[in-house]
């Protein structure tokens, strides 16, 4: 997040939306944040492993934000006007050094710890290859259009770069509490928040600079699938 404050240039702060148009993102902004609740609460009824996870979210999070924006109408916030801020060529070379920088502290600094990866060597390496795939379709773009794209830039135009970001994150966080191995409430809530919370910032944050959707896109399929490329090379 340094790394993306620091490196110039960075698109300025969404503008405020206009008088006219905040009622109608105010609609939209609780119809989305019903839908992220909706889905987290019904992911942690479901439990991990569940067979019906991915379906749920694909209709909710596709479905969800359709019938929002649908009911609701109004121009997207910022639109191209705000994108063009940011010199063409910043776009793509802005949030590399926050990438990269984020990779190294992830899986090659003294930060990283081993990756347990003896639980997927049963498997055939096309299943793996399409796990793969699909996990890339349904979390790292699906999750990153919802969360980012529609839900954060909105709360944006309504409250600023911040409290979007602190808002959206732990909407984020909550939607992978089911993930989390049985044990104490407590520890549960920290992990989720300091893990899947803390990327929420970061992804969030990277966002609001830069307005990349691959950026946050690749770190979001790294965080989904790099630990398993030795299952492929060694």
């Known amino acids: 997040m340094l790394l993306a404050r620091l490196v110039p240039p960075q698109l300025p702060a969404l503008r405020p939306a206009v008088a006219d148009a905040r009622a109608t993102l105010t609609r939209q902004v609780v119809g989305l944040c019903a839908v992220a609740v909706v889905f987290a609460v019904l992911a942690l009824l479901l439990g991990p492993g569940s067979v019906w996870y991915g379906p749920v979210k694909v209709a909710l999070l596709l479905g969800g934000a359709w019938w929002a924006l649908r009911n609701w109408p109004a121009p997207p916030p910022g639109g191209r006007e705000h994108r063009r801020a940011l010199p063409g060529r910043w776009y793509w070379l802005g ?18 710890g ?9 498997y055939d390496p096309m299943v793996l290859l399409a796990a793969m795939l699909l996990t890339f379709l349904t979390a790292s773009v699906l999750e990153e259009v919802f969360y980012r794209l529609l839900l954060q830039t909105r709360l944006e135009a309504l409250l600023g770069r911040w409290p979007a970001i602190t808002a959206t994150a732990p909407l984020y966080a909550a939607m992978h509490t089911h993930r989390i191995g049985a044990g104490p409430v407590a520890d549960t809530v920290a992990v989720v928040l300091m893990f899947n919370g803390g990327l929420g910032l970061f992804l969030g ?7 990349n959707v691959w950026a946050i896109v690749a770190v979001h399929g790294a965080v989904n699938s790099l630990t398993l490329l030795p299952l492929f090379i060694g």
């Open 95 to 112: 949030p590399v050094p926050a990438v990269v920088g984020w990779a190294w502290l992830a899986y090659h600094s003294p930060l990283a």
């Open 114 to 122: 081993p990756s347990d990866l003896s639980g997927y060597r049963a």
């Open 205 to 211: 944050y990277l966002w609001s600079r830069y307005r």
